[in-house]
């Protein structure tokens, strides 16, 4: 084989090289949400095991009673602070607000390009924690709760989803992204025991079933 033949073969298995590249990055997600790492299923199901299982009440909620966003680090707010854990290539201006990036939403496969696309989804959603025993804490925990970037409470999702999840448990939503979900049980129990709330009937009995196939 001649070297211009040669330098030709080079030539074109690049550029077929960087097609393919291209390819899988229009088609694969761009970046991917870093929730910490829940426990593991077998973990969750023992913490399951211990949590009470209470009938829930939703008297006295106001979201207002779990203050949101704070200052969580430098001039980043919690909203900020997730958004740059969970994107890719994230730039912020001096106010910690994000200008450009990448975000996947683990819990319908999308990927968007604009901060404005996502919202921060409390796993655990407010509303639950406060029919569950949060309704007994004082505002300072329920701050806490609210911002809790430590335990797997707090996730940069495609906001219409978020909404469309609303403040429903196990039982009444799950993720359309099945193979996440068994990410999502797990990180569900984890934080319902860590912060020692209970569980009603259906939410326990879901719980358990999408255990049982992690």
Partial sequence: MSKFYARRRLSILGALT?????????NGPTASAALPTPVSAATARTYLAS???????????DRDLFPT????????NTREYILKRDGSN???NSACTATSGSWYSPYDGATWTAA????????????????SGASAWTTAQRQGFANDVTRPQLIAVTDNVNQSKSDQDPAE???SVTSYRCT????????KYYYDLSVDSAEKSALTSYLANC
């Fill in 116 to 131: 404005s696309d996502l919202d921060i989804d409390h796993l655990v959603p407010l509303a639950e924690a406060w029919d």
């Fill in 184 to 191: 999502y049980v797990r990180a569900w129990v984890q934080v």
């Fill in 51 to 61: 949590l009470t299982v209470a009938t829930e009440s939703r008297t006295g909620y």
């Fill in 90 to 92: 994230v730039v912020t």
């Fill in 173 to 175: 939503w799950m993720p």
């Fill in 18 to 26: 960087a097609l393919i590249a291209s390819v899988a990055v229009l």
């Fill in 69 to 76: 966003w704070i200052t969580i680090s430098g001039t980043c």
